[in-house]
């Protein structure tokens, strides 16, 4: 069965950081893209950032470009969201999700599996 477990999340004030980990398990990390995505209340899931699982190229949503950065370990199966210049704006559940995708990985259907999420709040 696969899991993927987000843990990192918090209250942090405008401007601090915070650190994102999701491990997954039941699946061959290696060979599954993975991405971030958020929800704001009241508004749809939307994209925050991707690697992909054989170039390992990264991609990230214009609202976060230069301050989140997508990276993942293969060995510990754990994919990484810092969060630097964190905003209100930020204030979101973020859920991690996998996928066998290599290409449109800003969409929600390019994944198959999706963490529980963790709750992000930045105040000003």
């Known amino acids: 069965q696969v899991q993927l477990v987000e843990s990192g999340g918090g209250s942090v004030q405008a401007g601090g950081s915070l650190r994102l980990s999701c491990a997954a398990s039941?699946?061959?990390?290696?060979?599954?893209?993975m991405g971030w995505f958020r929800q704001a209340p009241g508004k749809e899931r939307e994209f925050v950032a991707a690697?992909?699982?054989?170039?390992?190229?990264?991609y990230y949503a214009d609202s976060v470009k230069g301050r989140f950065t997508i990276s993942r370990d293969n060995a510990k199966s754990t994919v990484f969201l810092q969060m630097n210049s964190l905003k209100s704006e930020d204030t979101a559940v973020y859920y991690c999700?996998?996928?066998?995708?290599?290409?449109?990985?800003?969409?929600?259907?390019?994944?198959?599996?999706w963490g529980q999420g963790t709750q992000v709040t930045v105040s000003s």
């Open positions: 690697i992909s699982w054989k170039s390992g190229s990264t």
């Open positions: 999700a996998a996928g066998l995708r290599l290409t449109a990985l800003e969409t929600r259907t390019s994944y198959a599996y």
């Open positions: 039941g699946l061959t990390f290696s060979v599954h893209s």
